[in-house]
Structure formats: C-alpha cells, structure tokens
C-alpha cells in the first residue's frame, strides 16, 4: 500500500472519513481502543499495589516469549500471553508479598532479556519483527489479532468486574483483608494474570519497552486526580484513549512512529498534572501518616 | 447476649511461635466479655503473635487456645483488626469512606450496588467521631485522624472483639488520649472486648481491666495492679525489676543492675 503524505484539512470529520478508509487504520483504532480501556483500568490497581515494577518486568519476559514465537514461525502474541502468564503466576506464588520482590524479579527479568536475545540470535530473518515487539507497531495488526484483542479484553474486563471488591480492598489493605479470611494470595495471582494478558494485548501498540507509558503513566496521573476508586479509572481510560487516539491521528500525517506519538502524549499529562495541577490547586496539604507524631 | 460473665478468649498453657523459634511458652488466661485489655512488653516479645493466633493466621505450638468458645479461624467475623502496618500511604489518594465501605462489604463479589455499604460505613465513621473525614483522602489525614479510620474500618463489621496492634505509636501525647478515651468509650457503650497492644502502659492505665505482659518468652497476665508490680515482674523477667509509680499512679518500669556497687 503505498501512502501519499497527508495532511490536515480543516474538517475533521472529513478526515477521519479519510483516515478509516484505510483498513490498517480501522484495525488499528479498534485494538488500541482496546488496549487503552484494559491498560487503563487494569493499570489503577497496578499502581493502587504499587506493582509497576513487576508489571514492566512482565513485559520484559513477554519479549522472550514473543521472540520464541517469532522463531517457532507463531504470531508473538500467543508467545507472549504464554511467558506473561507463566512469569507472573510464578512472581506471585515466589512471593506472595510485594515488598521486597523487587531484586527478585529484576533478576528473572535481566535473565528473561538474555534469552529474548538468543532466540533473537537463532532467528535468521530480519530485524523488523524484533523492532515491533520492543517498540509496537499497531499499524501491522491484522483482523485475527484485532479479534484475540477483543476477546482478551473482554476476558480482563470481565474478570476485573468479578473480582472488583476483594482485589480493591485487598489491594488497599491487605493485611486486613488476609485477616477477614479474604484469598489474598489467590486474588494476588489473578492480579498478575491480569496484568500478564493486558500486557500482551498493549505490546502490539507501544511495545515492551514502553509499556509503562500506557500500564501505569495513566493510571499513576487518575489517581493525583481522583480520590474515589471507580472515578480514577475512568480517569485513567480516558488519558490512556485520549493519548491512543491522538497518537494515531497524528501519526497518521507524519512519519514518526505511533509509539513515539502516544508515549509523549502521556508524558505531556503527566508534566501537567505533575507541575501545574499540583500547583494551582489550592492550599492542598499533604500530610504523611506520621507527621503529627513530632510534637 | 447473656448476662452472666462470658469467657471470649481461653488460653491454656499455650505456647506460641515457629517451630525453631518459640515466641513464648505456656501461657493461661481468660479475657471476658467487655474488657478492655493492653497488651504490653519489649519489642519482639510476641505480642503481634499473639493476635495472629486469635486471628487464625498461626497455630499454637502447645496447648490451647478457643476465641468465642472455639478454636481460632482466619476471617472470623465477629473479630475487629487493626494492624499496625497498612498498606497506606503518602501516594494512597483514596477517601475514607471507600476504605470503610470495602471493610463492610469487600469480601463480596461485583460492584456495590445497593448503597447499603455506604450507609453502614458511614454510621461506622459516625461512631468514632469522624464523620467529616468521609470523604477526605486517606493521604491527606494526620496520624490521629488516620487511626480513627481504622478503628471504623474493624468496626463497620460490628465486631465483638477488637484487636487492635499499636494504634497509639506515633500519636502525640494529646491525640494519643483521644484514642484511648474513643477506644475505651466504644468498649464501653457498645460492650465489645478490645485488645490493644502497646509499649507504654500509662496513657491505658486508668481505663484497663487487665493486663498482658509478654517478656523473656512468658505471659503474666492479670489485673494491672496485680501485673505491674516489683515481685511479678521479676519473676517475669528473671532479672531484678522494680516498678516505680508517681504521685499520678503512672509506674515506670525499671531494670536494676544485679552487679551494682560490685567493684
């Protein structure tokens, strides 16, 4: 398909009329919608447990899984929902606590990039699939990963509506909910397993390497900005779509990558919320738990 | 419920800990219904270990223990827990009332949908005075605030027993009281026993009922006249001890040097 060099007109709904006459570009709204809504909620609770580490080390061990699968001839997707939900079953069942786990899992990590590297190594083809598994390339996804998308993010958001309560209060306060006979260690593994199926579904859009910008980024930004649970997801949806669908516009008309577009977006909220919002709201206080202890 | 004098907690010779470590050994006694009891000793003697037995989390090495004349069983809901480490903090931008609601009804699967859980969180936040903090960020709250939270959060189930592990440390002196007064006015007014773990008895001492010395791996347990003296203390201990009180009754507890005066 060869594209001509767009550019903006001033009627936008003539250019989105435009934009999704192309195929690629419906896919690629439909699975980055997807992922964003999925990212963004399964990404409140990955910063509600203040699991960001192990949900960027998954996606480390997803590479190796999707580079195996390059390798073996298999859509990557399929290697990576494998090495995700294997490597984060094995995180929470190693150690059920997330204190202290981070050496733990950037030891498996660092190993699990090694063996990326090999199977990488082993592949005799070229680069260009090695670069969209560290980096995404959401303009490459055909109609049966839009359809796995779908269907995975129907499963996350299915199971996050089940299990909404106890892993919130779990997640919240979980010595008390493992005292309340809760399955704290069981909701911890259905956790990772949720996070190791989003992640997989978002490497197609901003890649391995930049997971964070859609797991964790929005969701870190929703809940500066919403102190009710159900709000700050919504919040969290909402930058991670906004950043996705303006990422794909903009790319459209310019020949950076989609990634590089969505990433900065979501750093743009996140300098604002991080130094203007903060600023200009009023007279906010933070107080530590123990700050009043100093008398 | 009756009127009579009921037993909540029996202990009988219990001995807790790991199997390589034992924590403390044999220890009896009773706590009935109502009392307000403190449980006190160094750090690491094994007062936290004995909460995790009520709580079911930990199984006695030796002997016997039965909470609401049964053995202890994790998630009982009659049991009230505050620990002394929430998973809380300075980035944890969620209002009161959700932590609350989610003590109520979190166990549950789903969403809330009947509000149900709001109303019976807010009547838990009334009872310790903290109406206004509902819909304050958890982040937000000073140290004495954050406590009453918590204390809402074990009682939204309304429970019969609370345990509550260090609510005092880190409060200033001021907040520290207002703690104790609430803890002992919901013991009072509502009938429940509570247990509440602490390193300085004295703050307590007006309002207890009973006491629970843990130290050099045994129990004494009684009331705090007859726990907080020289000879029990001693024999707790194993090393001189003497127990000295000011004009207020506050008692100061202090190790006496055996080789003193020896060269």
């Given at each position: 398909?060869?594209?001509n ?8 709904i003539?250019d ?24 963004g909620?399964?990404?409140y ?15 480390h ?5 999707a ?8 859509s ?9 939900g294997?490597?984060g ?20 990590l ?16 070229n ?13 490459g996804?055909?109609?049966?990963d839009v ?7 129907a ?15 779990s ?55 919403a102190?009710?649970p159900?709000?700050?997801?919504i919040?969290?949806v ?18 950076y ?10 750093f ?23 700050e009043?202890?100093?008398? | 419920?009756?009127?009579?004098v009921?037993?909540?907690i ?73 620990p ?5 903090d ?7 009332l959700?932590?609350v ?8 699967w789903?969403?809330?949908?009947s509000?149900?859980d ?5 009547g838990?936040?009334r009872?310790?005075?903290?109406e ?21 959060e ?35 007014s509502r ?5 509440l ?18 130290a ?24 001189p001890?003497?127990?000295?009180r ?5 008692v ?12």
């Amino acid at each position: 398909m060869v594209m001509n060099r767009m550019t903006f007109s001033i009627n936008l709904i003539a250019d989105l009329q435009e934009i999704f006459r192309y195929q690629f570009m419906q896919h690629a709204v439909e699975a980055g919608t997807v992922v964003a809504i999925v990212a963004g909620i399964v990404g409140y609770f990955v910063v509600l447990r203040r699991s960001s580490f192990a949900a960027h080390a998954l996606s480390h061990i997803g590479f190796a899984g999707a580079a195996g699968a390059v390798l073996f001839a298999v859509s990557p997707v399929y290697g990576l929902l494998l090495f995700t939900g294997v490597g984060g079953s094995a995180m929470a069942v190693l150690s059920p606590r997330a204190a202290h786990r981070d050496v733990h899992i950037g030891t498996v990590l660092a190993f699990m990039l090694g063996l990326g590297v090999l199977f990488i190594s082993l592949y005799a083809g070229n680069s260009t699939q090695t670069y969209s598994i560290l980096f995404g390339e959401i303009l490459g996804i055909s109609s049966s990963d839009v359809l796995l998308t779908l269907a995975a993010g129907a499963v996350i958001l299915a199971a996050v509506a089940i299990v909404y309560r106890p892993l919130l209060f779990s997640s919240l306060d979980e010595d008390v909910a493992e005292a309340r006979g809760m399955p704290t260690f069981l909701l911890g593994i259905v956790f990772m397993l949720l996070v190791a199926v989003a992640t997989s579904i978002a490497v197609q859009v901003v890649g391995v390497l930049l997971i964070f910008s859609l797991m964790v980024t929005p969701a870190a930004i929703a809940q500066q900005l919403a102190k009710r649970p159900q709000t700050a997801m919504i919040v969290s949806v909402a930058i991670a779509l906004v950043a996705t669908w303006l990422g794909l516009f903009v790319a459209y008309y310019e020949p950076y990558p989609v990634s590089f577009f969505i990433t900065t977006i979501v750093f743009s909220f996140y300098l604002l919320i991080r130094f203007v919002y903060r600023k200009i709201k009023p007279l906010r206080v933070y107080r530590t738990t123990f700050e009043d202890t100093q008398s | 419920m009756s009127t009579t004098v009921s037993e909540i907690i029996t202990a009988s010779n219990v001995t807790a800990g790991y199997p390589d470590n034992t924590v403390w050994r044999e220890a009896s006694f009773n706590i009935n219904r109502g009392e307000f009891v403190s449980i006190i000793g160094p750090n690491g003697a094994g007062k936290t270990t004995l909460f995790r037995l009520l709580l079911g989390l930990q199984h006695p090495l030796g002997g016997n223990i039965e909470i609401f004349n049964a053995p202890p069983r994790r998630g009982n809901p009659l049991i009230g827990y505050v620990p002394q480490r929430h998973g809380i903090d300075s980035e944890t931008n969620i209002e009161s009332l959700e932590l609350v609601r989610l003590a109520f009804s979190g166990k549950h699967w789903g969403f809330s949908l009947s509000g149900r859980d709001r109303k019976v969180a807010l009547g838990a936040l009334r009872a310790v005075g903290s109406e206004e903090l509902a819909h304050r960020s958890l982040n937000a709250l000073s140290g004495g605030e954050l406590q009453r939270i918590f204390l809402a959060e074990a009682l939204v189930s309304s429970p019969e027993l609370l345990l509550l592990d260090e609510p005092l440390s880190n409060l200033d002196l001021k907040r520290e009281k207002d703690l104790v007064q609430l803890v002992n006015s919901v013991v009072r007014s509502r009938n429940v026993t509570a247990l509440l773990i602490a390193h300085d008895i004295n703050p307590l001492l007006p309002f207890l009922d009973k006491v629970i010395f843990i130290a050099n791996g045994k129990v004494a347990t009684g009331k705090p006249d007859e726990v907080l003296t020289s000879e029990s203390l001693t024999a707790l201990y194993g090393v001189p001890v003497e127990v000295l009180r000011d004009s207020r009754g506050n008692v100061a507890i202090i190790g006496i040097d055996e080789h003193h005066g020896d060269e």
